[in-house]
C-alpha cells in the first residue's frame, strides 16, 4: 500500500468519529493503530454532509473566517491526516464555544509523496510553496489564509491541535502573538533529542531574553498563534527555521503583547528523518539573534573597546608630554598601536551599530531608540562630513608635525610611536566618519536627515490598535 494510501486509511475513521460525535477528536489516543478502511470512505464522508457547519467553514472558496490553521507540510503524507484531524476537531470546539468559522491550510513546500493530495481530500486548503524552507512555507501560508487569527503547527503529528483554542482565546483577550511552551505543557519520551531539550532550547531561549526581553519560556515552540494584523507588522523574511526566532524577536521589539500558554510535545509520526538538522539550524538561530541586536553585536563591543583603547591612549600621551624625549613608554610601543587600532575598530563598529538600528526603524520592526530624539538635532550626513573632515585635517596636522620633527633631528630612528599612532588613527576615524555618514543616509532611503524619523511622535501600542479595533467594532465575541 502507498504512504498516501496508508495516511488516508488512517484518517478515515477519524473523520467519521468527529462527524458523528461532534466532539473533540482524540486524536492521540490511538496514534499509531493501523486503522482499515479505504480512500472511498473518505471521500464518501465528504459527501455526506458536503453543507455542513464544518464542512463550509474550512471549504468555502473565497469566504472571510476568523481563525486560519497553517501546516507547513513536506512529505508528511503518513501524519499530516491525523494533524488536519486534529485542526479540524479544534475548529470544531471555537465554533461551538465562540461561534468562530475557521479552515486548515497546507503550505506544501514541494511534497513528493501525496501529502498535497491527502490533504486536499481530508477537505484542507493546499498552498503551493515553491521557495524551500519551513519559514517560507508559513510566510505563504500566512499570506494566503483569510482569518483574523493564524495559528500555526506542524504537520508531522508532534502537536495536539487542540492546545490551539487556548491560543486563539488568548488573542481573543487582547494578546498579540500567543507562545506555546512544551516545557510547561511537557515533553513525552522520544519527542524532543536530549540535547535539543537541555542544551540547545534553554540556551538559545536565554540568549532571545537576554538581548530582546521576551520574558518567555520556550522560544522554539512549533505550536503558536498570533493575529493577523500582527503577522502583517513583523514583516517576517526569514526562509528557514530561524523564522521562530525572527516571529519572537520582531514582537519583543515592537512590544506586541506576548503571551504563553502550556502545550504538550508528542513523538512524530514520521518513519524519515526529521527536517530538523541540530547544529545548523542552532546556528541560524543563533547569528538572527545577533543580526537583530546591533547594541550587543556592535554597540557594546564599540563602547568597551573605545573606553580600553583610550584608556592607554591617553596613559601613554600623559607619559609622552612629561618628557618629550623618553624612548619608552612604559607599556612599550606595542600597547600603544593596539589601541590605535582598537579605536578605529570601536568607531567603526559604533556607526554600523547606528546602521543597524535604522534599518531596522525605517523597515517597521525596531521602535526609535530614546537616545535617537537628542542626536537627531545634530547628527545629519552634513555633520559627520564636517567632523569627519576635521578628525582628518587633525591627525594630517599630528604625522606633518611627526615628519618636521623627524627632519629637524637628522632624520635618526623616533623610538616613542606615540604621535604617530595618534595621528593615523585620526585620519583613519576621519575617512571612516564621512563615509559612515554616506552610509547612513543611503539606508535611511538616501535621506540625508537619517535620523529624523526620531524628530516624529511616535507611534503607541494604543494607538496602532485603534484602527483595528474600529474595524471589530461590529463584531462580538460570544461565548456559550
Not at 495516511?7 to 478515515?12: G, I, M, R
Not at 501525496?114 to 517560507?136: I, K
Not at 479595533?469 to 463584531?475: F, Q
Amino acid at each position: 500500500m502507498s504512504p498516501m494510501m496508508a495516511a488516508v486509511c488512517h484518517v478515515a475513521a477519524r473523520v467519521a468519529q468527529l462527524q458523528a460525535a461532534a466532539l473533540p477528536v482524540p486524536v492521540r489516543a490511538d496514534r499509531r493503530k493501523a486503522v482499515s478502511g479505504a480512500r472511498g470512505s473518505v471521500l464518501s464522508a465528504r459527501r455526506r454532509d458536503p453543507g455542513g457547519e464544518e464542512g463550509r467553514s474550512i471549504e468555502g472558496a473565497g469566504e472571510t473566517v476568523d481563525v486560519s490553521i497553517v501546516m507547513p507540510c513536506l512529505n508528511e503524507a503518513r501524519s499530516i491526516g491525523a494533524s488536519i484531524a486534529g485542526a479540524r476537531a479544534a475548529l470544531a470546539r471555537l465554533r461551538e464555544a465562540h461561534d468562530l468559522s475557521g479552515e486548515v491550510i497546507v503550505a506544501d513546500n514541494g511534497s513528493s509523496d501525496g501529502s498535497e493530495r491527502v490533504a486536499r481530500t481530508l477537505g484542507a486548503r493546499v498552498v503551493a510553496v515553491a521557495r524551500r524552507g519551513y519559514g517560507a512555507a508559513l510566510s505563504a501560508g500566512f499570506e494566503a489564509a483569510r482569518g483574523r487569527f493564524l495559528v500555526m503547527g506542524d504537520a508531522d503529528g508532534s502537536y495536539d491541535f487542540g492546545e490551539s483554542v487556548a491560543m486563539v482565546e488568548a488573542l481573543l483577550g487582547g494578546a498579540d502573538l500567543c507562545m506555546g511552551s512544551r516545557f510547561k505543557g511537557g515533553i513525552k519520551p522520544g519527542a524532543m533529542p536530549w540535547k535539543n531539550r537541555y542544551i540547545g532550547n534553554p540556551l538559545l531561549t536565554a540568549a532571545l531574553n537576554f538581548l530582546f526581553d521576551a520574558g518567555i519560556e520556550d522560544a522554539h515552540c512549533g505550536l503558536r498563534a498570533l493575529t493577523k494584523s500582527c503577522f502583517e507588522r513583523l514583516k517576517l523574511k526569514g526562509s528557514g527555521m530561524e523564522f521562530a526566532s525572527e516571529m519572537v524577536i520582531k514582537a519583543a521589539l515592537l512590544g506586541v503583547r506576548i503571551v504563553e500558554t502550556p502545550v504538550t510535545l508528542f513523538p512524530d509520526l514520521r518513519e524519515r528523518p526529521s527536517h530538523l538538522r541540530p547544529w545548523r539550524d542552532g546556528w541560524r538561530h543563533l547569528r538572527f539573534l545577533l543580526m537583530l541586536s546591533p547594541s550587543s553585536l556592535f554597540a557594546a563591543p564599540a563602547a568597551l573597546g573605545a573606553l580600553f583603547s583610550l584608556a592607554v591612549l591617553l596613559t601613554a600621551g600623559r607619559a609622552w608630554f612629561e618628557d618629550l624625549n623618553q624612548v619608552q613608554f612604559f607599556l612599550g610601543n606595542y600597547w600603544v598601536i593596539l589601541a590605535g587600532s582598537l579605536f578605529e575598530i570601536s568607531h567603526i563598529a559604533a556607526v554600523l551599530a547606528l546602521a543597524c538600528h535604522i534599518y531596522g526603524v525605517r523597515e517597521g520592526y525596531r521602535k526609535p531608540g530614546p537616545w535617537t530624539a537628542a542626536l537627531a538635532r545634530w547628527i545629519s550626513l552634513e555633520t559627520m562630513l564636517v567632523i569627519g573632515l576635521l578628525v582628518f585635517l587633525a591627525g594630517f596636522g599630528i604625522l606633518l608635525w611627526v615628519v618636521v620633527y623627524w627632519s629637524s633631528h637628522g632624520f635618526i630612528r623616533i623610538a616613542n610611536v606615540f604621535p604617530a599612532v595618534v595621528g593615523t588613527t585620526l585620519l583613519a576615524v576621519g575617512v571612516q566618519n564621512m563615509l559612515g555618514g554616506f552610509l547612513l543616509a543611503v539606508i535611511a532611503g538616501n535621506e540625508a536627515q537619517f535620523l529624523g524619523f526620531a524628530a516624529q511622535k511616535p507611534v503607541t501600542e494604543t494607538e496602532a490598535r485603534e484602527p483595528e479595533a474600529s474595524g471589530e467594532a461590529s463584531k462580538s465575541w460570544p461565548s456559550r
